[in-house]
T-cell receptor, first 112, second 113 residues
Framework: QKEVEQNSGPLSVPEGAIASLNCTYS??????FFWYRQYSGKSPELIMS??SNGDKEDGRFTAQLNKASQYVSLLIRDSQPSDSATYLC????????????WGLGTSLAVNP | DVKVTQSSRYLVKRTGEKVFLECVQD?????MFWYRQDPGLGLRLIYF???????EKGDIPEGYSVSREKKERFSLILESASTNQTSMYLC????????????FGNGTRLTVT
């Protein structure tokens, strides 16, 4: 069974620090990877998508993908209390199984 | 900006009732999805659709059906609501390309008593 795994947390960081969120996946043929942020009681919203090995930066957010090691990570620089949320990793399955596979999410708390 | 609108934010229904959850998107997206989200279980796909009048079962279709008569609208139907269907229901849409991300509606919190 194809899986996406994340540490549930909570991950607690002080304001201004770098938060590092990790995600591993089992389907070696996966090609598309997404990070979503979900505030309590709200729906997920897309932060980043990444398709190629390496880093992709968007403002304070950097996604890192390593297909050989089957992990994708999200770095949040200069963390703010407003970044406190659950971060969901989603991986698009390969071949005929082109459905998103979701991790359970990592809860992040940024302390002022 | 993509807008996915779910008809109700909160809904309370009785066991055995037939329940309709409506979802409308305004970006001409081909793909539409229904998920439910429960603590500890994450997002689970109920049904999805790649085109009008087309539907595919997701991972947990039992007790649900869907309807897509128009491209912009995707309805989830609980034929006979049960208490174990109490959950947060999320509708999402995306363009046809398999690599495209999902855009979610605000969700419907359904309570079945």
């Amino acid at each position: 069974q194809k899986e996406v795994e994340q540490n549930s947390g909570p991950l607690s960081v002080p304001e201004g620090a770098i938060a590092s969120l990790n995600c591993t996946y089992s389907d070696r043929g996966s090609q598309s990877f997404f990070w979503y942020r979900q505030y309590s009681g709200k729906s997920p919203e897309l932060i980043m998508s990444i398709y190629s090995n390496g880093d992709k930066e968007d403002g304070r957010f950097t996604a890192q993908l390593n297909k050989a090691s089957q992990y994708v990570s999200l770095l949040i620089r200069d963390s703010q209390p407003s970044d406190s949320a659950t971060y969901l990793c989603a991986v698009l399955g390969a071949g005929n199984n082109r459905k998103l596979i979701w991790g359970l999410g990592t809860s992040l708390a940024v302390n002022p | 900006d993509v807008k996915v609108t779910q008809s109700s934010r909160y809904l309370v229904k009785r066991t055995g009732e037939k329940v309709f959850l409506e979802c409308v998107q305004d970006m001409d997206h081909e793909n539409m999805f229904w998920y439910r989200q429960d603590p500890g279980l994450g997002l689970r796909l109920i049904y999805f659709s790649y085109d009008v009048k087309m539907k595919e079962k997701g991972d947990i279709p039992e007790g649900y059906s869907v309807s897509r008569e128009k491209k912009e609208r995707f309805s989830l139907i609980l034929e006979s609501a049960s208490t174990n269907q109490t959950s947060m229901y999320l509708c999402a849409s995306s363009v046809y390309s398999g690599n495209s991300p999902l855009h979610f509606g605000n969700g419907t919190r359904l309570t079945v008593t």
